[in-house]
C-alpha cells in the first residue's frame, strides 16, 4: 500500500484504547488520517493516544448508549465537519456454556456487540459523504461453531448480516460497508477476560500456530489494522458489503479441525 494511503481522511475507531482498536488507530494515523478514538476508560484512550501521536484524540464514551454515540459525532462535527472512516471496533468477550447462559450476560453481549454497532453508524451517518467506508468488525466464530461460544457467535454473525443489508441501505449515497473477520490475535483480553497469564497465551498461540495456520503464526494488531487501512482507502472503492477474513489461512484450511 502507498504512504499515506487514508492523508486527509477522519476516522473514528471504537475501542480504540487496547488491542486491535489501538492497533488500527495507531495505522490509520501513520497513513495520515486523523483518528478519533473512543472507549468506556478515559485514562487508557488518552495514554493511547500520547503513544500514537498528535493527530488521534481521545473521547470517552460507550458504544452501546445511543446518548454517548450522538455526543461522540457532535464532537466530531465541531472539530472537523465530517468523517470518512469509521472502524467500529468495540466489542464484548466472554464465553458461557449453553444450558448457564444468563439474561443478563446475553443482554450484555448484545448491546454492545450488536446495539453498539448500530448506535455508532447511525450517529456517524450524517458526517459521511460519498466515498466514505464504515468498517465493522466480526470474528471467525461467526462461522466455524466453536464449543461454548453460542452468545459471543451470535451477536457477531449479526454483524455480518447488518453489513449486508447497511451496504444497500447506504447505496445512494455510494458509502461502503465491510466486515473484517480476525483470526487469532492475540490482546489483552487473553489475560483479563480468559484470565490466562503472558505464558499461557504465549504457549496457545504456538501451538495454533504450528498446527492450523498456513503462514505459521498467529495474528497482531497491525496485520487488522492494515486491512481496515486498505478498506478505508480509495484502494477499496470496489470493495463493498465483504466479509474479510483476516486469519492466516486458519478457517479456510483448517476449519474441519478446529
Known amino acids: 500500500m502507498s504512504s499515506q494511503a487514508v492523508k486527509g481522511k477522519v476516522a473514528l475507531v471504537t475501542g480504540g484504547g487496547t488491542g486491535i482498536g489501538f492497533g488500527a488507530a495507531r495505522r490509520l494515523a501513520e497513513e495520515g488520517a486523523i483518528v478519533y478514538i473512543t472507549g468506556r476508560r478515559l ?3 488518552q495514554e493511547a493516544a500520547a503513544k500514537i501521536g498528535d493527530t ?5 464514551a460507550d458504544v452501546s448508549k445511543n446518548e454517548d454515540m450522538l455526543r461522540v459525532a457532535s464532537f466530531i462535527q465541531a472539530e472537523q465537519g465530517k468523517l470518512d472512516i469509521i472502524f467500529s471496533n468495540a466489542g464484548y468477550y466472554k464465553v458461557s456454556r449453553l444450558g448457564e447462559i444468563t439474561e443478563e450476560f ?3 453481549m448484545y448491546n454492545t456487540n450488536v ?3 448500530l448506535f455508532t453508524v447511525q450517529a456517524m451517518l450524517p458526517l459521511m459523504g460519498e466515498g466514505s467506508s464504515i468498517i465493522l468488525t466480526s470474528s471467525m466464530t461467526a462461522f466455524i461453531g466453536l464449543p ?3 452468545s459471543y457467535a451470535a451477536t457477531k454473525g449479526a454483524i455480518i448480516a447488518m453489513a449486508k443489508c447497511w451496504a444497500t441501505d447506504l447505496k445512494a449515497r455510494k458509502i461502503r460497508v465491510n466486515v473484517i473477520s480476525p483470526g487469532l490475535v492475540p490482546t489483552e483480553g487473553y489475560e483479563d477476560v480468559q484470565g490466562l497469564s503472558p505464558e499461557q497465551v504465549k504457549d496457545f498461540s504456538d501451538r495454533i500456530a504450528a498446527a492450523e495456520i498456513p503462514v505459521g503464526r498467529v495474528g497482531t494488531a497491525e496485520d487488522i489494522g492494515n486491512a481496515v487501512v ?3 482507502s480509495d484502494a477499496s472503492g470496489f470493495i463493498n458489503a465483504v466479509n474479510l ?3 492466516g489461512g486458519q478457517t479456510q484450511v483448517y476449519a474441519g479441525k478446529l
Open 148 to 150: 461454548d461460544y453460542t
Open 230 to 232: 486498505f478498506l478505508g
Open 56 to 60: 488521534v484524540h481521545a473521547v470517552q
Open 43 to 45: 485514562d487508557v484512550l
Open 115 to 117: 446495539k453498539g454497532n
Open 106 to 108: 446475553f443482554d450484555q
Open 245 to 247: 477474513v483476516v486469519d
